[in-house]
């Protein structure tokens, strides 16, 4: 069974940088993409960031990346496949970054924002941003 576990979360200062984890098991996560959301409270979840999963084709690649608007320039997404593990690395937090953030498995390699091309979930760890 896929399993996904979020690490990294807290009580950090606006302005600060925090680097959230995420660790996969139960598959490798090589040829799936791979995503970021975000739910604060009181709201729906929402899409943060996508990384592609690995293709022989050469459609779709681990280096493509997708962010929403809103964290562009600031989050990164990346992934270690051998260690099967999904990083989101979040520089000048604010407060509108306060939010439960959720690690997705993919159900292809392709990157998206659509919440229903993820399969699995983990429970999320709590980001809260003081001012």
């Known amino acids: 069974q896929r399993r996904l576990e979020e690490r990294g979360g807290g009580l950090v200062q606006s302005g600060a940088s925090l680097k959230l984890s995420c660790a996969a098991s139960g598959g490798s996560i090589r040829p799936a993409a791979m995503g970021w959301f975000r739910q604060a409270p009181g709201k729906g979840r929402e899409f943060v960031a996508s990384?592609?999963?690995?293709?022989?084709?050469?459609?779709?690649?681990?280096?493509?990346?997708e962010y929403a608007e809103s964290v562009k320039g600031r989050f990164t997404i990346s992934r270690d496949n051998d260690k099967n593990m999904v990083y989101l690395q979040i520089d000048r937090v604010s407060a509108e970054d306060t939010a439960v953030y959720y690690c997705?498995?993919?159900?292809?390699?392709?990157?998206?924002?659509?919440?229903?091309?993820?399969?699995?979930w983990g429970k999320g760890t709590l980001v809260t941003v003081s001012s």
């Open positions: 990384i592609g999963g690995f293709v022989l084709s050469g459609y779709g690649s681990e280096r493509s990346t």
């Open positions: 997705g498995w993919g159900s292809s390699a392709a990157i998206s924002s659509d919440i229903a091309d993820y399969h699995y």
